[in-house]
């Protein structure tokens, strides 16, 4: 039950503010400590992708529309930057077997950029966004987002909203929108990566019975929430989320050093 609870809610959230739900799931899980992390990032993976197809099914008819000509190629860049990403995590993580020390980087490079994250949500308002034109430099982008989202293990939902808000001058909504459509290829072949690669046998997948139900009901609920809120609605919950994060990872970085 604790893990349908933690897939729904992180999944209703992530639907609503464009956060994907990784970026919750995955501090979440390493606050219980029940699963080592190449287990945290399919667990989440999963969940998350689950989350966005059920999110692009109800959002399909919506007045919120994908932005397909810029959200298609920074998928694109997602994708390959993933694959590095997950690559590198996998040779500091498995190979060197050092999973505490990967711990505290994938901790404190998440809490240092969602500090920067939720600065700009504050200043957002202040910030001229600009309106990124050129291909190969969307594709760069998407291929940094995929990087960090993969080595993160977060599905890099809050960095999306934040990038298509400052270099493609969508609003809160749209970007929302925007980055579920992102995440949803980010995370499919991150698990097809695995599908194809060491497989799934080494991991313990029992939880994805419960959080898998949980990601697809949030991701109805909150696309419905979504479609329904404003701009500034969705502003607040993107924040008051995000804060709670960067507080839960904070801790996660005291207590796998100290305790």
């Not at 991150?190 to 194809?196: D, E, K, M, S």
């Not at 997948?205 to 500034?232: A, E, R």
């Given at each position: 039950?604790?893990?349908?609870?933690?897939?729904?809610?992180?999944?209703?959230l992530?639907?609503?503010?464009?956060?994907?739900?990784g970026?919750?799931?995955?501090?979440?899980?390493?606050?219980?400590?029940?699963?080592?992390l190449?287990?945290?990032?399919?667990?989440?993976?999963?969940?998350?992708?689950?989350?966005a197809?059920?999110?692009l099914?109800?959002?399909k008819?919506?007045?919120?529309?994908?932005?397909?000509?810029?959200?298609?190629?920074?998928?694109g860049?997602?994708?390959?930057?993933?694959?590095?990403?997950?690559?590198?995590?996998?040779?500091?993580?498995?190979?060197?077997?050092?999973?505490?020390?990967?711990?505290?980087?994938?901790s404190?490079?998440?809490?240092?950029?969602?500090?920067?994250?939720f600065i700009?949500?504050l200043?957002?308002?202040?910030v001229?966004s600009?309106?990124?034109?050129?291909?190969?430099?969307?594709?760069?982008?998407?291929l940094?987002?995929?990087?960090?989202?993969?080595?993160?293990?977060?599905?890099?939902?809050?960095l999306?909203?934040?990038?298509?808000i400052?270099?493609?001058a969508?609003?809160?909504?749209?970007a929302?929108?925007?980055?579920?459509?992102?995440?949803?290829?980010?995370?499919l072949?991150?698990?097809?990566?695995i599908?194809?690669t060491?497989?799934?046998?080494?991991y313990?997948?029992?939880?994805l019975?419960y959080?898998i139900?949980?990601?697809?009901?949030g991701?109805?609920?909150?696309?419905?929430f979504?479609?329904?809120?404003?701009d500034?609605?969705?502003?607040?919950?993107f924040?008051?989320?995000?804060?709670?994060?960067?507080?839960?990872?904070?801790?996660?970085i005291?207590?796998?050093?100290?305790l």
């Amino acid at each position: 039950m604790l893990y349908f609870i933690i897939g729904l809610l992180a999944s209703t959230l992530g639907a609503i503010a464009g956060l994907g739900g990784g970026v919750i799931i995955k501090p979440v899980l390493d606050f219980f400590g029940d699963f080592d992390l190449p287990t945290i990032g399919v667990l989440s993976a999963a969940t998350v992708l689950a989350m966005a197809t059920m999110s692009l099914i109800k959002l399909k008819n919506k007045e919120v529309q994908v932005d397909k000509a810029v959200s298609s190629i920074l998928a694109g860049g997602s994708i390959l930057g993933g694959v590095v990403g997950k690559s590198i995590f996998n040779v500091i993580a498995v190979s060197m077997n050092i999973p505490t020390i990967t711990a505290i980087i994938q901790s404190s490079v998440l809490a240092a950029l969602l500090t920067l994250v939720f600065i700009y949500f504050l200043k957002k308002d202040k910030v001229k966004s600009l309106a990124f034109k050129n291909k190969a430099g969307i594709f760069s982008i998407g291929l940094a987002l995929g990087f960090l989202s993969a080595f993160l293990g977060i599905g890099g939902g809050p960095l999306n909203v934040t990038v298509l808000i400052l270099l493609f001058a969508m609003n809160t909504k749209s970007a929302a929108v925007n980055s579920i459509f992102i995440i949803f290829f980010s995370q499919l072949s991150a698990l097809l990566l695995i599908a194809f690669t060491t497989g799934y046998a080494e991991y313990d997948l029992s939880m994805l019975l419960y959080m898998i139900p949980g990601g697809i009901l949030g991701g109805i609920i909150g696309s419905n929430f979504s479609v329904k809120l404003t701009d500034n609605q969705i502003d607040k919950i993107f924040s008051v989320t995000i804060l709670v994060i960067i507080f839960i990872n904070l801790y996660n970085i005291v207590e796998v050093t100290f305790l």
